[in-house]
């Protein structure tokens, strides 16, 4: 798999499991920055941009070794390849909803609601990271058919 390929898929995958919860968080009213402003997108941008850089940066991490990993196996994959990339993207969700201290994590998990794991908020991660991992897989899946007929 090119890189041409690659990297657009991981980083789709990247922006959906940031901006994902942070739609949900905004609608549902559950950061104080969700209530500040009248517009949705405004208040989408601003849930966000509340979330810490530590969190961004280790997420994305770890979604980029996961779909490495996924890519390197190939084709004893190719056929489970939306499943594996839903599972990585919910694995990487729930290793930084578990792993990052509260001081890191500005905006997002417990640094929002003050408890690490509240039932509904994890729900919106975990969802948004198999919608992440599903992003990456048919984002990649898109522009290696397309690379394919324009060969």
């Not at 997420?59 to 190939?74: H, N, Q, T």
């Not at 998990?109 to 994890?122: C, S």
């Amino acid at each position: 798999m090119s890189l041409r390929c690659f990297l657009p898929a991981w980083i789709a995958a990247w922006v959906t499991a940031i901006f994902l919860p942070s739609a949900l968080i905004a609608l549902l009213g559950f950061a104080p920055a969700a209530l500040s402003n009248g517009n949705l997108l405004a208040r989408v941008w601003q849930v966000a941009d509340d979330v810490g850089p530590a969190v961004k940066l280790m997420m994305g991490a770890l979604l980029l070794g996961g779909f490495l990993i996924l890519v390197r196996w190939g084709q004893p994959v190719r056929r489970m390849r939306h499943v594996v990339s839903a599972a990585i993207g919910i694995t990487a969700v729930a290793a930084t909803v578990t792993v990052i201290p509260a001081g890191l994590s500005r905006g997002f998990g417990i640094a929002l609601t003050g408890v690490r794991f509240e039932p509904t908020l994890t729900a919106l991660y975990l969802l948004a990271g198999a919608i992440a991992g599903l992003t990456f897989a048919i984002t990649l899946d898109r522009c290696a058919a397309s690379t394919f007929r324009s060969a």
